[in-house]
Nanobody, 124 residues
């Protein structure tokens, strides 16, 4: 089992940057594909970016292409999301999640463990 705790959210002006972190417990972090999702008020939870267990494969939603970068440090059991050029429409609660699915999971149902979320608010 994996427990996930996000941090790093906050209030930022449009065009600014934030770096989210997700600390994972347990010895098996490196065996999971990881992902970032977000959920805005009144909307469904949506996929943002994913990364394979080794970090070699990264994939992302078109809405964040060129602006967000996912990374992981398996030695530190930590997942990151570097967000730049933030827009008001990026405002949401951001969740990290762990998946036992082998290749490029991007759907909510493909992820087995979730953090509690961290709020990101981008002002215009």
């Amino acid at each position: 089992q994996v427990q996930l705790v996000e941090s790093g959210g906050g209030l930022v002006q449009a065009g600014g940057s934030l770096r989210l972190s997700c600390a994972a417990s347990g010895r098996t972090f490196s065996s999971y594909a990881m992902g970032w999702f977000r959920q805005a008020p009144g909307k469904e939870r949506e996929f943002v970016e994913g990364i394979s267990s080794t970090g070699e494969i990264r994939y992302y939603a078109d809405s964040v292409k060129g602006r967000f970068t996912i990374s992981r440090d398996n030695a530190k059991n930590t997942l990151y999301l570097q967000m730049t050029s933030l827009k008001p429409e990026d405002t949401a609660v951001y969740y990290c999640a762990a998946s036992r699915v082998g290749r490029m999971p991007s759907r909510v149902g493909e992820y087995d463990y979730w953090g509690q979320g961290t709020q990101v608010t981008v002002s215009s």
